[in-house]
């Protein structure tokens, strides 16, 4: 393996790192559920990416070939970690929050968590 291959890994497992650590100590030390959701979400995306993308140079650099299951991985990873998220804090807002403390919403429909969605044609 090259110092350019192990240089690239290195600095792939030392960012990920820092967004581990980053994302655990906002997780302790933000106020907010909401606010804690955020930490722990940028940390797992982008630090278990930084990792998936160090393997996948390591595997490249060994064997000569693209590993496709971190590439899968990081697929999943980056698909669902947003949409967990946007779960969570459309819980929270139901469980803890009135229609009435929030913000007007800017869309058409108001807020999904308390409007159902509006009739279309297809629903008759």
Known sequence: MGFVA???????LVISGIFGFVGSYGLIKLKDP????HAPTKAT???????L??????FYARTGHISVHELLITLFLFLTAPITANFIA???????LRQEDLP??????GWSVYDDPPETKLDH
């Open 45 to 51: 995306t982008l630090g278990v990416g930084g990792v």
């Open 53 to 58: 993308i160090a393997s996948m140079i390591f």
């Open 34 to 37: 909401l606010q804690r959701l």
């Open 6 to 12: 192990e240089l690239l890994i290195s600095l792939a």
């Open 90 to 96: 459309k819980t929270y807002l139901a469980g803890n």
């Open 104 to 109: 007007e919403s800017k869309g058409d429909f």
